[in-house]
């Protein structure tokens, strides 16, 4: 079964998602597929019966939402949600695994367009995902995997939301969240920059998975014109919160990716078919010390890396 909330517009007529946004988040429940034309069984559900198959999926009190990048329509979307929740689940992870839909176009020549919808679809994560989760049970652990844009969605979205949104007197916060390839502003994770005070505020800690063989992450329409370096290519500033954590792991991709493979798109998405970047995300969920993790190594700077 596979769980995820949508902000793409729903056409009835054909029951199937386009890539425009949407005017309201719909709750999915797939039985099976997708099919290589992206056909697949299941549909639309209310949002109370979806957050109780979300409850029934789990045999833990976690949830780990997944959270797309640019250029991925519904199928890339649900292709790459697929490898994630078999991933974790291979590592030992038995918490539900879920994923937040924003209308990407699934278009390389579309980046601007994209950051628009991740830009107005944010408010969505929280509203319609994050706070009906945690107002469900009060005592479930909620962890986020974003990949590229979708970690500028997060911070977007973690920004438009203060202490009282959700139910209870105390602060409302992720357990664990992941930036994998990271499009964001790299200046914006320093210690005491908007992007960082974010992060410690509403997670118990937050890792940041970077490798600076990163082409997509170095292209010019990414990086804009102010040429500024992305959080998932170049890591985050010297100076970090206490309980955040850069993850290099440029020797990794050499290693683990053979040398026809190394395409501009494949690396920004190669941890998505690597076995030791699932084993490490799942030691991180399970709230792992981030230093005495099996799966990393210490260097002569204050980052870690994955071992190679």
């Given amino acids: 079964m596979t769980l995820f909330f949508s902000r793409r517009t729903y056409n009835a007529s054909k029951t199937k998602f386009t890539n425009n946004p949407a005017q309201l988040t719909r709750y999915v429940r797939i039985t099976d597929g997708p099919d290589a034309d992206g056909t697949w069984s299941g549909g639309i559900i209310?949002?109370?019966?979806w957050l109780d198959q979300v409850h029934a999926e789990a045999e833990t009190d976690e949830v780990t939402i997944f959270v797309h990048g640019f250029n991925n329509d519904q199928l890339d979307m649900l292709r790459r949600f697929d490898k994630i929740k078999n991933g974790l689940r291979a590592q030992g992870y038995r918490g539900a695994v879920v994923a937040f839909d924003w209308?990407?176009?699934?278009?390389?020549?579309?980046?601007?367009?994209?950051k628009r919808n991740a830009k107005a679809t944010a408010q969505c994560l929280v509203e319609d995902g994050i706070i009906p989760l945690t107002t469900r049970s009060n005592a479930t652990k909620i962890n986020l995997i974003a990949h590229s844009m979708g970690a500028y969605l997060t911070l977007r979205a973690l920004s438009?939301?203060?202490?009282?949104a959700s139910p209870g007197s105390g602060v409302w916060k992720l357990n664990q969240i992941m930036f994998v390839s990271g499009d964001a502003d790299a200046r914006w994770f320093a210690r005491g920059a908007w992007g960082s005070l974010l992060l410690a505020h509403r997670s118990n800690r937050f890792t940041n998975y970077f490798s600076q063989l990163d082409q997509v992450l170095n292209l010019p329409a990414v990086i804009g014109n102010g040429l500024q370096k992305r959080v998932g290519r170049s890591g985050m500033p010297q100076v970090i919160d206490k309980n955040h954590v850069d993850v290099y792991s440029h020797e990794q991709y050499l290693q683990d990716v053979i040398l026809q493979d190394r395409t501009t798109a494949f690396s920004h998405q190669w941890w998505f078919d690597n076995d030791k970047f699932y084993k490490d995300a799942a030691l991180t969920i399970a709230g792992e010390d981030a230093k005495q993790m099996p799966t990393r190594r210490r260097m002569n700077t204050s980052d870690l890396a994955l071992l190679s």
Avoid: T
């Fill in 103 to 114: 209308p990407s176009e699934g278009n390389v020549l579309a980046y601007d367009n994209d």
């Fill in 46 to 49: 209310s949002q109370k019966d």
């Fill in 160 to 164: 438009d939301f203060g202490d009282a």
